[in-house]
């Protein structure tokens, strides 16, 4: 009598939405968990994770909702697991402000650092690094200034023009307004590319957004239902 085999686990595809596209000759993806994979150095890349930014708030006396710290965790946790990263390059505001160095958040922090001892971790420091304050040194993760240089990249917080490579950085927190019949808009998170500079959206749950409109030079790809795609000309 054959033998019947267990049916094996299903494993989603870490690529699945995502948007291939050659940046400074490497070949990339652009990620619907707002980063960016850079799969010949097992680098991914994320920009604007603010994370104690809900506690910052309710400590300065404004009651916003909790969670978002282990929520922001946990997909950074999905990423690295998922496509097996061996680097995470945070492009700044790491931590949001002086009132996310609490104990509960680097408890949390220490917890998810564990879980991935074997990823190398790098920090370039942002504006809002600067206030926080550096993360313990116990963590693990190279804090750095810009520009830090990864093969034909300078990673940076700020956007910038680098005379020999091409930057990626955050700050702008870009998005994009999709507009619909009369009055219907959407707006969402986008990457936007250009020939020497890349801008990646905020990777944080509880951050704003700075619209950005398309112009000659510059590409911008939506990020939204799970999948990352070319905004068309003419939004």
């Not at 603010?50 to 309710?58: N, P």
């Not at 000659?216 to 939204?224: C, E, K, Q």
Request: proline residues 9%; neutral net charge; glycine residues 12%.
């Amino acid at each position: 009598m054959p033998s019947v085999s267990a049916t094996a686990p299903f494993v989603p595809d870490p690529l699945a939405g995502a948007h291939a596209l050659q940046i400074a000759g490497e070949a990339v993806h652009l990620l619907p968990e707002r980063a960016l994979w850079w799969p010949a150095a097992g680098t991914v890349f994320v920009a604007d994770v603010h994370l104690g930014k809900a506690a910052t708030f309710r400590a300065r006396g404004i009651p916003v909702p909790g969670g978002t710290t282990q929520g922001n965790l946990q997909r950074l946790t999905a990423l690295l697991d998922g496509l097996a990263a061996q680097r995470l390059a945070v492009l700044g505001d790491f931590l949001h402000a002086a009132e996310a160095q609490n104990p509960a958040l680097l408890a949390a922090l220490a917890g998810w650092r564990a879980q991935h001892a074997g990823v190398a971790m790098a920090l370039v420091r942002g504006n809002h690094d600067s206030h926080a304050g550096d993360p313990p040194p116990s963590l693990d993760i190279a804090v750095v200034d810009e520009p830090w240089h990864a093969g034909p990249f300078a990673g940076c917080h700020h956007p910038q023009q680098h005379a020999t490579q091409h930057v990626l950085a955050g700050h702008v927190h870009p998005s994009t307004v999709l507009r619909g019949p009369g009055r219907d808009a959407v707006r969402l998170p986008c990457f936007a590319v250009t020939e020497r500079l890349t801008l990646l959206p905020a990777f944080g749950l509880f951050t704003g957004s700075a619209a950005l409109a398309a112009e000659p030079g510059r590409r911008l790809f939506a990020v939204g239902g799970g999948r990352v795609w070319p905004v068309p000309a003419g939004y």
